[in-house]
Each structure stands twice: as C-alpha cells, then as structure tokens.
C-alpha cells in the first residue's frame, strides 16, 4: 500500500511536470508571435529634394556663344536652343545672358569677365554656364604661319592656352563656384573646302583633348567635345564640286548654319540633362 501511494504521487508529479512545460512553449511561442506582429518594419522616408523654378542660364565666349551664321527663324545659336530645351523638359522658367562675342580670344574673354560688372552679377546668380573658346586662338595662328604650320607649331601655342584656358575658368569660379560650367571644345571647319591643310586634323584633336584634362581639374566643370560633329559621313559628288559643309554657314564655311546649331545644341543638352544633380535642385 505504501508502494503504491507512492507511485500515485511520483505519477502526479509527472503530470504537472509535463504540463507546465507545455504551457511554458505554447505561452512563450504566442509571446513571439505576438510581438512579431506588433513590430512593424518601417522604411525610411525618401528625402525629397525640392526642384528649381527658375533656371539661369550665362553664355561666355565667342562668336559660336554669340550664334554667328545661325538661321534668322531662331537665332542665338545653341544659347536660344538650350534654353528652350531646359524650360521645355524640367518644367522650369528658363532665362539666358549671351555674352558671346564674334572674334574674341581667350585673353579677350578673359578681359571682359574681368571689367563686365553685368557679367559679374549674372555669373554670381547662374545655374547653368557655358562657355566656347579656342576656336580663335587657333584660327590667329594659322594666319600667322598659313598653310605651312608645323605639329610642334600647333603644339607650342596649345600649351599656352591650356594656361590661359585654365585662368578663364578660374576667373568664372571666382565669382560662381557652385554652377556647372559646361566647356564646348574647337570642331575643324576645313574637313571639305581645305582638306589638305598639313596638321590639321591631329592639331583640332590634340587641342580638345588639352581643353578636356583642363576642364576636368575644376569641379563641376564638363568638356563637350564636338569636333566630329560637322564631318559629313559620305563626301559626295556635289559636297566635292561645291567645297561647301552642309552643316556651316554658306557665307563664311566656318560657322555653323541653323542645322549645325541644331547639332551642336543636342551634344551640350545631353550633358546638361545627365548632370541635373549639379544644377535642377534646391
């Protein structure tokens, strides 16, 4: 009888045992569960930056800024075409200043920055700035030495921009250290009318890829490399007999007509529309 008695009590211990170790799992597993879904995962806030209303534009350089040789029905070359562009895809009230003038140098760009106070407010104030120059530089040493300038020539004078080219920047930076600035390189008008011009066609090369290592030393500062843009893919038979570019200005074969500004202003437009960051916000 003791035994047994015994035995009753070791059996209800058991029991207990066991049941409280179940309540313990499915309580603690509910408890789990439970704070599982309480605890919700929520994603950070996307900070939304906010988008400029208004756009200022400011064209420096030469008669390229100016937009000599450009069709009557637009007019201001690449700055007009831009502008639009800007204002038609952002969404945004698009202004521009040109201050390109026909003929003028490097060193008579850099003049005027210097002593234009209308420049200096306008800079201070720009979100986008672009600016040609070289192209006269260039051309004056050609005249210099005419058709038998020498590589080293060529070579010897593009140092010297590349100095100057470098003092122009800095000067813009000076008053305007935020607004990317948008650098349009030298193209070579004398692919068809003078294609026998000895050293031509490395010279214009080699000069835009100076342009281009200066342009890349200052921030926010992109080189627009459009030699290429005006050599016809197949010279054909009135192309050789007239010596004239379909995509320069009749007048001059230099210059780019309505259609070159055209081709000119998509070059500068795609790289204004992959650097919005630089220039479109707040």
Do not use: C
Not at 50 to 75: E, F, H, R, W, Y
Not at 165 to 181: F, G, H, M, V, W
Not at 260 to 281: I, P, R
Request: hydrophobic share 35%.
């Amino acid at each position: 009888m003791k035994k047994k008695s015994i035995w009753i009590i070791g059996l209800i211990i058991l029991l207990v045992a066991i049941s409280g170790g179940a309540y313990y799992f499915v309580h603690n597993n509910q408890s789990q569960v439970t704070e599982t879904k309480t605890v919700k995962k929520t994603k950070p806030k996307k900070k939304v930056i906010p988008k400029k209303k208004n756009i200022s534009i400011v064209a420096i350089g030469d008669s390229l800024t100016q937009g000599v040789g450009d069709s009557k029905s637009v007019g201001g070359g690449y700055v007009t075409r831009l502008t639009q562009k800007v204002q038609s895809k952002y969404k945004v009230k698009a202004e521009s200043h040109n201050y390109g003038v026909s003929g003028d140098t490097s060193q008579q760009i850099m003049a005027r920055i210097k002593s234009d106070q209308k420049m200096h407010q306008d800079l201070s104030k720009a979100d986008i700035i672009t600016v040609t120059v070289g192209g006269n530089d260039f051309m004056h040493l050609l005249q210099r030495k005419g058709l038998d300038l020498t590589a080293g020539e060529i070579a010897d004078e593009q140092v010297q921009f590349d100095k100057r080219l470098s003092q122009l920047l800095t000067d813009i930076r000076n008053y305007n250290s935020k607004a990317p600035i948008y650098l349009i390189g030298i193209y070579n008008p004398f692919s068809i009318y003078l294609s026998n011009v000895k050293n031509a066609k490395v010279a214009f090369i080699n000069w835009n890829k100076g342009s281009a290592k200066v342009a890349n030393k200052f921030n926010d500062t992109h080189f627009i490399d459009i030699n290429n843009l005006y050599q016809p893919k197949g010279i054909t038979k009135k192309i050789q007999k007239t010596g004239s570019n379909p995509y320069l200005y009749k007048k001059d074969h230099f210059h780019p007509n309505g259609t070159g500004y055209d081709m000119m202003t998509d070059k500068v437009f795609e790289e204004v529309n992959g650097t919005t960051k630089e220039w479109l916000y707040k």
